[in-house]
Nanobody, 120 residues
Framework: VQLVESGGGLVQPGGSLRLSCAAS????????MGWFRQAPGKEREGVAA???????SYADSVKGRFTISRDNAKNTLYLQLNSLKTEDTAMYYC????????????????WGQGTQVTVS
């Protein structure tokens, strides 16, 4: 199993970014996927998750600003980040999950290496 994130960068407050997570090595369609983030000195936080039927959950902190989606034909997960705030600065990770509900544990069984998002 391999998960590779991309799309992070430096953006001004109010700006947008689109993160991607390319998955390989397993049957992508049969698993839920999620985005997580971790800022320096803070615990990892669940951002959004989606199942293969398109059911979605979001953290309250990103509702209305972030959008998770997946393209099962391309084995790719996306996270559209809009109206970015300085507090969104973090390393963002994608993970394979068993459930689309963010509070379900474990958070994920396979993880990508992360992509840095800096809002400044």
């Amino acid at each position: 199993v391999q998960l590779v994130e991309s799309g992070g960068g430096l953006v001004q407050p109010g700006g947008s970014l689109r993160l991607s997570c390319a998955a390989s090595g397993y049957t992508y369609l049969t698993y839920c996927m999620g985005w997580f983030r971790q800022a320096p000195g803070k615990e990892r936080e669940g951002v959004a998750a989606i199942d293969s039927d398109g059911r979605i959950s979001y953290a309250d902190s990103v509702k209305g600003r972030f959008t998770i989606s997946r393209d099962n034909a391309k084995n790719t997960l996306y996270l559209q980040l809009n109206s970015l705030k300085t507090e969104d600065t973090a390393m963002y990770y994608c993970a394979r999950r068993i459930d689309y509900v963010l509070t379900t544990t474990p958070a994920g069984d396979y993880w990508g290496q992360g992509t840095q998002v800096t809002v400044s």
